[in-house]
Every structure is written in structure tokens, then in C-alpha cells.
């Protein structure tokens, strides 16, 4: 599976961005598609998930001001991501769990200035 993440750039606080993560394959096949996010002197953590099907969870700090979602019919999940702060300045990355094994993408960098 490869992963392509796009979608990243600079916005001001309170902006929003949509990320993209293009499946290699058909994602109806993927147990779990996430979106993480590292940023610089931090752990890579969970952002947002979604199941094949379709059930969502996200970090508790994202609920209510992120959406994932993902389109089968074009092998790709997105990141709608609303009201954004500094803090949600990172890379971020998707990722596929197939259940036998995890696929990274390369990752998108989203800065919020203030």
C-alpha cells in the first residue's frame, strides 16, 4: 500500500485546511485508515480515525473542530480541519492498518500562525 498525503501549508489561526491521503488501493480493504500528526520535539500522536466502516474516533483535543472522512470511490481519506490553532502546527501523516501490516505516508506540514 502507498500512501500520498497533500493538502498541507500555512493558514492563519481560526483558517482551515482539507488534507488528502491517496490510497494505492482500494481503501474499502483497510481495516483502519488514521491521520497522526508530530510536531517538532513531540511524540507522533493519533489524530483521527476511521474504520472500513466508517466509524470515526478522534483525539479528544480535535473532537468537535476535525472530520475525517474518506471517499471509497476514490481510494482516498481526508482530514477536514476546522478553526485551527498554533498548537496544530506539525506534520501530518496517514496512515493504513491492514491488520497484518501498518502503512506510513510521507507527510504534510501544516503551520497555523497566531
Known amino acids: 500500500v502507498q500512501l500520498q498525503a497533500s493538502g498541507g501549508g500555512l493558514v492563519q489561526a481560526g483558517g482551515s485546511l482539507r488534507l488528502s491521503c491517496a490510497s494505492s488501493?482500494?481503501?474499502?480493504?483497510?481495516?483502519?485508515m488514521s491521520w497522526y500528526r508530530q510536531a517538532p520535539g513531540n511524540q507522533r500522536e493519533l489524530v483521527a480515525s476511521?474504520?472500513?466502516?466508517?466509524?470515526?474516533n478522534y483525539a479528544d483535543a480535535m473532537e468537535g473542530r476535525f472530520a475525517i472522512s474518506r471517499d471509497i470511490t476514490k481510494n482516498t481519506m481526508y482530514l477536514q480541519m476546522n478553526s485551527l490553532k498554533p498548537e496544530d502546527t506539525a506534520v501530518y501523516y496517514c496512515?493504513?492498518?491492514?491488520?497484518?501490516?501498518?502503512?506510513w505516508g510521507q507527510g504534510t506540514e501544516v503551520t497555523v500562525s497566531s
Open positions: 488501493v482500494n481503501i474499502a480493504r483497510i481495516n483502519v
Open positions: 476511521i474504520t472500513n466502516t466508517g466509524t470515526t
Open positions: 496512515n493504513a492498518d491492514t491488520v497484518l501490516y501498518i502503512f
